[in-house]
């Protein structure tokens, strides 16, 4: 059972246009967020997170929005550039104390030049 | 610092064998999780280890064990391999506070034939 979901396997967005890209989750367990990024042969890395008492959290080029009534997320990237493409993963944690992540199955972002 | 590093990178193993990963967390970190990716289920939780103990785990069969030594490097064991084993496992070392960032290591991409 998918407890965060991504269902949008690929995007392709255009240099210097915004990316967005889409998350939703079903457990209200779920307090913590976080997207990582990845890029092939190498781990995931952070990107940014945002805890459930906020909406929203920006890092630069990169903001997270929480909409917590939909167990929505969104990460947008303004402005996208080339080497922002690899995939990025939306992940939750859940307050019970553990410190586990439950990880979406990725989207695709490819950004063209 | 050094980061995560996981080995071997690369594994072929026959069904049936047995087979041990290797992770050396950032020094300091005393929280090592595993998980598994796969193309249709993303990255999915094994469990995780902080100064010795198994603090978490998931939903996988008892083939699936680890463990912990005094210097935080973990192991990975996978006994009666099957083909659906085949995946890339990543390890992420933490200071195991809740919320703490994840550190990836580039993982191991094991192949069961």
């Known amino acids: 059972d998918q407890q965060v979901k991504q269902n949008s396997p690929s995007l392709s967005v255009q240099e210097g246009r915004i990316s967005i890209l889409n998350c939703d989750y079903t457990?209200?367990?779920?307090?913590?967020f976080l997207w990582y990024k990845k890029y092939p042969a190498e781990g995931p890395t952070f990107l940014i997170s945002?805890?459930?008492?906020?909406d929203k959290n920006e890092d630069g080029r990169f903001t997270v929005f929480l909409n917590k009534s939909a167990k929505h997320l969104s990460l947008h990237i303004v402005p996208s550039q080339p080497g922002d493409s690899a995939v990025y993963f939306c992940?939750?944690?859940?307050?019970?104390?553990?410190?586990?992540?439950?990880f979406g199955t990725g989207t695709r972002l490819t950004v063209i030049p | 610092k050094a980061g995560v590093t996981q080995t071997p990178r690369y594994l072929i193993k026959t069904r049936g064998q047995q087979v041990t990963l290797s992770c050396s967390p950032i020094?300091?970190?005393?929280?090592v999780s595993w998980y598994q990716q796969t193309p249709g289920q993303g990255l999915q939780f094994l469990f995780e280890?902080?100064?010795?103990?198994?603090?978490n785990k998931g939903n996988f069969p008892g083939r699936f064990s680890g463990r912990q030594f005094s210097n935080s490097r973990s192991e990975m064991n996978v006994s009666t391999l099957e083909l659906g084993d085949s995946a890339l496992y990543l390890c992420?070392?933490?200071?195991?506070?809740?919320?703490?960032?994840?550190?990836f290591g580039p993982g191991t991409r094991l192949t069961v034939t």
């Open positions: 992420a070392s933490s200071s195991g506070g809740r919320g703490d960032e994840q550190y």
């Open positions: 945002i805890s459930s008492i906020k």
């Open positions: 457990n209200s367990m779920f307090d913590y």
């Open positions: 280890y902080f100064s010795e103990t198994q603090r």
């Open positions: 992940a939750a944690s859940a307050r019970t104390g553990a410190n586990n992540l439950f």
């Open positions: 020094s300091g970190h005393r929280s």
